[in-house]
């Protein structure tokens, strides 16, 4: 017997839907966030020498954990998964409070828990692609986008708060987790018509690799938000050794370079809605490409470098937003969260090689130049990958014709036969 198309949810449902997400991802993202302001002042307790181990474990498990987290949303739903691990981060979150922050093989150990924070996005991505319909997936999840945010609350909030209390960033982050975790658990609701998918997890993730789109966006947002995090991370220092600025003047530079690509990400999303997902990147990594080569001669006006690196910042962004609004308009609904899961995991790995590299070649040649031409080459290649998937549109599927309500569409969708066969 066929089955009915879901109905359409209300205007009021979607919005709860997407607040609710946006929420999990940005209290969850605060916690991930934790121990990388108090690297400075683990060091000046002389726990380690150098923070960089400290600050890498929770987002390399952040990172990596996202692919089994993206195929377990397919299969247990977005509620359930987003209070789950709203509230199971608690744990390491206090262990690093109170214990974890006075010897290091505790921090190292309480990171890597910690991690497990950092898998969110993984749920929020399929989840609001679902409650959304195609022609408004692209702005929805780059709304949701926003809650990478909570790393500037993990920021601006955890050193003051640890001055007056060593506990109390932690404490603070604790509750609000928890009171997440039971507000999400009582509210959100998962998408109408959603059917988890009853394949085998190792089967699950062998079928999401073996789609091309897995992989094509896996490269593309490796260098947008990839690109994003290392310049986040390097920019201090380029612009230290470059341009011989101040550590404060080149830190705030680097606030406006965060603030910017944060602001595009949602950006990137509603115009991949009204133009397209591959035009969006097409702009976007055009923008990327141009100002790698013009910061690779070293421009030395004050304004045109600023003005370069905004425009390289914009370009991050609205690529970031547009690669998950092209995998929400590309891809089977019951795909999104596996394939969420392996790009999210490539996002996060392409923000640690480019510091290593520039670090490297600055301490041979003194000259970042063949840095930023790599940059625009790789950036070129991901304009080509992006200029052959807008020549290759895929068929629309019956998932997407039964959650926009089109009545011609098939009463079964492949992801139905599949989990029914």
């Avoid at 997407?18 to 002042?41: D, E, N, Q, R, Y």
């Avoid at 932690?170 to 959100?188: G, N, P, Q």
């Avoid at 079928?207 to 690109?227: D, E, N, P, V």
């Amino acid at each position: 017997m066929p089955q009915q198309p879901a109905p359409s949810p209300r205007r009021s449902e979607r919005t709860r839907a997407l607040v609710f997400a946006t929420l999990g991802f940005t209290v969850t993202f605060w916690a991930w966030s934790l121990i990388s302001p108090l690297g400075p002042h683990f060091v000046a307790e002389e726990l380690t020498a150098d923070s960089s181990l400290l600050v890498a474990v929770p987002v390399l498990v952040g990172s990596l954990g996202r692919i089994v987290v993206g195929a377990l949303t397919d299969r247990l739903g977005g509620r359930f998964m987003m209070s789950f691990i709203a509230l199971i981060t608690v744990i390491p979150v206090l262990f690093v409070g109170f214990i974890g922050q006075y010897t290091y093989p505790a921090l190292i150990v309480g990171g890597f828990f910690l991690g497990v924070a950092g898998t969110s996005f993984a749920v929020g991505v399929p989840y609001v692609n679902r409650w959304f319909s195609k022609e408004s997936r692209g702005s929805a999840i780059g709304v949701y986008g926003i809650g990478m945010g909570g790393t500037a609350i993990a920021a601006f909030t955890t050193v003051p708060l640890h001055d007056i209390w060593p506990q109390l960033p932690f404490i603070i982050a604790a509750v609000v987790l928890i009171v997440y975790a039971i507000l999400a658990a009582t509210m959100m609701r998962n998408p109408p018509g959603w059917q988890p998918v009853r394949q085998s997890l190792i089967s699950t993730l062998g079928q999401t690799l073996s789609i091309k789109l897995t992989w094509q966006a896996s490269y593309l947002y490796a260098l947008a938000f990839g690109g994003y995090v290392a310049f986040s991370v390097y920019l201090p220092t380029f612009l230290h050794n470059d341009y011989d600025l101040e550590p404060a003047d080149a830190s705030l530079r680097m606030a406006g370079f965060v603030i910017v690509a944060v602001i595009a990400r949602p950006v990137g999303g509603v115009l991949s809605d009204r133009l397209g997902a591959s035009k969006t990147l097409g702009v976007a990594y055009s923008m990327i490409a141009i100002c790698a080569i013009a910061l690779s001669f070293h421009p030395l006006a004050f304004i045109v470098y600023t003005s370069e690196f905004i425009a390289m910042s914009a370009g991050f962004g609205l690529a970031s937003g547009a690669t998950f609004a092209l995998i929400a308009q590309r891809s089977d609904p019951a795909r999104v969260g596996s394939i969420t899961g392996f790009v999210g995991a490539a996002g996060g790995m392409g923000g640690f090689v480019p510091p290593l590299l520039l670090g490297a070649m600055w301490s041979a040649t003194q000259d970042y130049s063949l840095g930023l031409l790599l940059l625009a080459g790789f950036t070129v290649i991901a304009l080509l990958i992006t200029l052959w998937i807008g020549t290759n549109p895929p068929p629309p599927t019956a998932a997407d014709a039964a959650s926009d309500g089109d009545s011609t569409a098939p009463g079964t969708t492949d992801h139905d036969k599949e989990t029914h066969s």
